[in-house]
């Protein structure tokens, strides 16, 4: 059976969701593994439940249902290669210059064109959509002996259909990978669900440092600090007045003697601070490497997706990961942009120059590596 027949008989939220689920077992639509309910599987040194197992396997094994779906051939969902790339990009949340370099298209407007289509294809779907659905409910009348059509009662999302809905969109990996999209300005009720969902990798009775909780929280959201705000504000984890131990808590308790509002403020303004800098793609099969930069260390779960989903700004490089795999691979940053606490500081010009600098130590033209030698050139200049 191919991939894509797994979601022939699914639902809509099932489709989206990427799984199905029976009396017995949660079955991954996109690969049909069913994990049987009532078990529990460990994960590290972790355990799981079937329902969040599932959701881990989704992330582990796909990536993400939306990555999942998109790679699925042209019979699945009638796309072309072109609106596929298109449509990573998009979900990507690459603005339309950034797209017009990925895909070589003449000019932006190009980009708005495809757009454009994409959305009367989406447009035409929903309409056919419903065509069907009025088709299927004349059927059914037609067997009730009612002969007209089988009238419902419109009934809002259920909570637990909605909290899924949410949960999908800011965690497209799955609830063990990252966030994305995730600011300030999210609302408070989805930051309450996010919140809810994050506080299930602290183990009840266990006390935390604030290095240790920010480890945790790190590798989830670029903006780790808010996410550590929500997670107290919400009462998931309760802490000392210094911030020195933290804990998870049922939500019941208030939050112990509030460390006084401005040296917080302050503190949140350290911790803020990113890193980047210099960063290499290492292929661990040959030695090959690419060399790239980032203002942000934290986001480099960005240029992974990209790679998952063909859109990669190095050819080169894309070809390499698609040729070996993912597991040959690895993300190393190798040096920290140094900023001046004060003045002016033009950051973009400082890692250019530091590019310049790895690029001409570690030459990954080549047999060497998957930059090419125009970069260092355009670097100069």
């Not at 199905?20 to 996109?30: G, I, P, Q, V």
């Not at 996010?194 to 959201?221: D, H, K, M, Q, T």
């Not at 984890?237 to 460390?259: A, C, H, I, Q, T």
């Not at 190095?314 to 001046?340: C, H, I, K, M, Y």
Request: charged share 30%; with cysteine.
């Amino acid at each position: 059976m191919s991939r894509a027949n797994h979601f022939t008989d699914a639902s809509l939220a099932e489709i989206k969701q990427g799984y199905a689920e029976s009396a017995e077992y949660y079955t991954c639509l996109c690969c049909g593994e069913q994990i049987e309910k009532g078990v529990i599987y460990p994960v590290g040194d972790r355990l799981y439940d079937a329902g969040r197992y599932i959701r881990h396997h989704i992330a582990e094994a796909h990536g993400s249902v939306f990555a999942h779906l998109v790679r699925l051939d042209k019979s699945a969902h009638g796309l072309t290669d072109l609106q596929r790339r298109l449509l990573a990009l998009f979900y990507e949340g690459k603005s339309d210059e950034e797209i017009r370099q990925a895909i070589g298209a003449g000019s932006t407007s190009t980009v708005r064109n495809h757009r454009f289509i994409l959305k009367e294809k989406e447009r035409q779907a929903r309409l056919f959509l419903a065509i069907m659905e009025l088709l299927h409910e004349r059927r059914r009348a037609e067997a009730d002996g009612s002969g007209g059509p089988v009238r419902r009662r419109r009934r809002g999302p259920r909570p637990a259909d909605e909290r899924e809905r949410i949960l999908a969109r800011y965690f497209p990996h799955g609830l063990e990978g990252p966030l994305q999209g995730f600011s300030g300005a999210t609302p408070e009720k989805h930051r309450r669900i996010i919140a809810a969902a994050v506080a299930e990798r602290f183990v009840p009775g266990r006390r935390y440092s604030e290095r240790e909780v920010n480890a945790i929280l790190e590798p989830i959201a670029e903006d780790y600090v808010l996410l550590r705000r929500c997670l107290v504000d919400f009462g998931h984890l309760s802490r000392l007045p210094d911030g020195s131990e933290y804990w998870r808590s049922d939500g019941s308790e208030e939050r112990v003697n509030p460390v006084d509002r401005r040296k917080e403020l302050k503190r949140l303004a350290r911790e803020m601070k990113t890193e980047g800098g210099v960063f290499q793609v290492r292929n661990v099969k040959n030695g090959m490497v690419w060399v790239g930069v980032t203002p942000n260390f934290r986001s480099l779960n960005g240029q992974r997706f990209q790679l998952e989903n063909g859109s990669h700004v190095s050819r080169e490089l894309q070809q390499a990961w698609n040729e070996f795999g993912p597991d040959a691979f690895v993300f190393e940053p190798l040096e920290t942009l140094e900023e001046p606490e004060t003045g002016y500081f033009d950051r973009d010009r400082a890692l250019k120059k530091l590019k310049q600098k790895w690029l001409e130590k570690l030459q990954p033209f080549g047999e060497r590596g998957y930059n090419l030698p125009r970069e260092l050139e355009e670097e100069e200049n």
